[in-house]
């Protein structure tokens, strides 16, 4: 017989291990990965990258540590990505691919003053819903063609 100390352990060790599986949301459908898409970069074009990036954290396969980085790289990069490119004055949906039944693309723009942002939204069908696989952004205008 368990002592109780022991088998408190192991059901709050239990209970940690389900609320981590659990925490990430699942999209039901592509129109919903799509309106996720278009709200992160509602927030980045009004100059809230961390905001937009903070909206699709819930989404993320990626563990929380990981998009934590991400988010702090974004902050740290906003002032030199204004510098560059100015600030940003609008978003707008490229398109959307799909590989197979299960993979899908949404690629969106962020225009700046002087250049834009492609943004990338890979999204994959889990068997329980789709989630945000990557999520990634570059200044590579030649790659919209």
């Known amino acids: 017989m368990r002592s109780i100390p022991s088998f408190l352990a192991?059901?709050?060790?239990?209970l940690a291990f389900v609320?981590?599986?659990q925490a990430q949301t699942r999209l039901k459908d592509s129109a919903a990965n799509r309106e996720l898409s278009d709200r992160v970069m509602a927030l980045i074009a009004k100059g809230d990258m961390e905001a937009g990036l903070r909206l699709a954290k819930p989404y993320l396969a990626t563990p929380?540590?990981?998009v934590e980085a991400m988010i702090v790289q974004a902050r740290l990069q906003t002032p030199m990505?204004?510098?560059?490119?100015?600030?940003?004055?609008?978003?707008?949906?490229?398109?959307?691919?799909?590989?197979?039944?299960?993979?899908?693309?949404?690629?969106?723009?962020?225009?700046?003053?002087?250049?834009?942002?492609r943004w990338n939204f890979y999204f994959y069908q889990t068997p329980t819903g789709w989630v945000l696989n990557?999520?990634?952004?570059?200044?590579?205008?030649q790659a919209l063609f």
């Open 64 to 66: 929380e540590p990981e």
């Open 10 to 14: 192991l059901a709050m060790a239990a």
């Open 19 to 21: 609320g981590a599986a």
């Open 81 to 117: 990505l204004e510098m560059r490119y100015g600030k940003p004055v609008g978003a707008e949906f490229i398109r959307e691919d799909h590989a197979g039944e299960h993979v899908m693309r949404i690629v969106q723009i962020c225009r700046h003053e002087k250049h834009l942002m």
């Open 134 to 141: 990557t999520l990634n952004f570059d200044d590579k205008i």
